[in-house]
């Protein structure tokens, strides 16, 4: 058992104690100044820590920001419109709030009423300064855009482009941006303070709002959030009979399983494994959701570009992503064990029973022929009338 202590002294030796703490791992600041000392239990060690209340209380904060960011993440992934105007609107109201703030604390500087050069100089220096702003911004973020999408596959492109984030942006900068050049319009004219506050305090808060766009710009880089937006994209529209709406998704498939072979191709194991693995789940929740009779389109959709991995993975000679193919196969026959009609689980098992004999095609692993075998064997036993296209 390890824990945290202090001393806490008073003029009376006898009121010296050690106070105890649990230490809690995976705080940052708690490794700082600590000491080993036994304890008055026996077999148990402690550390010593200067100040562990105040360490403690940052590790308790670092874990509620953490936990706070990644809900964020969460939900700006799943809901990405909602998200970001729920952010971009509450600047909004935050400006107003502030405006009508100061509009009642009498005698502060921005309640007095500007002299027109001085409006004008304001005015100018904002529109300015935020064009500037969202200019350099925006460039640096399609210049990331264009890095990935040249790294992966320019499928991708098309994740970026959908997620409104960037758009919201620039369209609440071009409102900010307007209503600036409209008072230095008529500013000679009428110069209502609270308005002009309101513009001051928008024009701060939407450069503050870079903050989380930048952040957030840059976990979207990663291709897992790219497979994840991707995924999403996926729907049971897939088997859907509108060759335009089943277009659209196959053309989300296609770009997911880039992703994967090109990090076969990288020998990028952690991206094959987290692209497959993300694959799956996808997978077993459609076919949770669709009928029996129509298992076997969304199988034969799956199973032709698995089995277009596995050929690249046994062309490169890794046999790890071809395990991980026959793993999944193995999963998906025994979630299709619970359909009861035996015709259709025979023809739900035919986009897989062929799949496996063009993999083994592609190895020379006797593992994998022996995994093979299994499967094949698994599914005649099931389906007698499989053996016949063994």
């Not at 991708?156 to 071009?174: E, G, Q, R, S, T």
């Amino acid at each position: 058992m390890i824990g945290t202590g202090t001393t806490a002294s008073r003029s009376d030796p006898k009121h010296s104690r050690k106070v105890w703490h649990p230490v809690q791992p995976g705080i940052p600041g708690l490794q700082v100044h600590q000491r080993k000392e036994l304890s008055p239990d026996p077999g148990v060690t402690y550390i010593v820590t200067p100040y562990p209340d105040f360490t403690i209380m940052s590790g308790r904060w670092y874990i509620r920001v953490k936990g706070a960011r990644h809900s964020f993440i969460d939900f700006s992934l799943k809901n990405p419109w909602t998200c970001w105007l729920m952010v971009y609107f509450s600047l909004v109201l935050l400006a107003g709030v502030l405006a009508a703030a100061a509009a009642t604390i009498p005698g502060i500087p921005v309640n007095q009423s500007p002299l027109p050069d001085t409006a004008k100089y304001l005015f100018s220096a904002l529109v300015q300064a935020e064009a500037a702003i969202i200019a350099i911004v925006i460039s640096l973020t399609l210049v990331a855009v264009q890095i990935n999408v040249s790294t992966y596959t320019p499928r991708i492109a098309d994740v970026f482009k959908n997620y409104p984030n960037m758009w919201l942006l620039l369209f609440f900068y071009a409102i900010s941006i307007g209503i600036n050049l409209c008072f230095l319009r008529v500013i000679d004219f009428v110069a209502p303070v609270p308005w002009i506050n309101f513009c001051l305090f928008f024009s701060i808060l939407l450069i503050f709002a870079l903050l989380p766009y930048i952040w957030h710009t840059l976990y979207l880089l990663k291709i897992d959030s790219i497979v994840a937006l991707l995924l999403k994209g996926i729907t049971p529209d897939l088997i859907s009979p509108d060759r335009a709406i089943a277009r659209d998704q196959q053309n989300i498939l296609v770009s997911l399983f880039d992703i994967v072979n090109i990090s076969i191709i990288k020998f990028d194991i952690g991206t094959t494994t987290h692209g497959l693995s993300m694959i799956e789940q996808k997978m077993r929740l459609l076919l949770d959701s669709i009928p029996d009779d129509r298992k076997e389109i969304v199988i034969e959709r799956f199973s032709e570009h698995l089995t277009q991995t596995c050929r690249i993975a046994g062309h490169y000679h890794d046999d790890s992503p071809i395990l991980f193919v026959l793993g999944m196969y193995r999963r998906l026959e025994g979630s299709l064990c619970s359909i009861r009609e035996k015709d259709v689980f025979f023809y739900s098992c035919i986009p897989i029973i062929h799949s496996l004999e063009k993999i083994r095609q592609f190895t020379g692993s006797a593992d994998i022929y022996t995994m093979i075998d299994r499967l094949l064997q698994q599914i005649q036993e099931k389906s007698p009338e499989a053996g016949e296209l063994v």
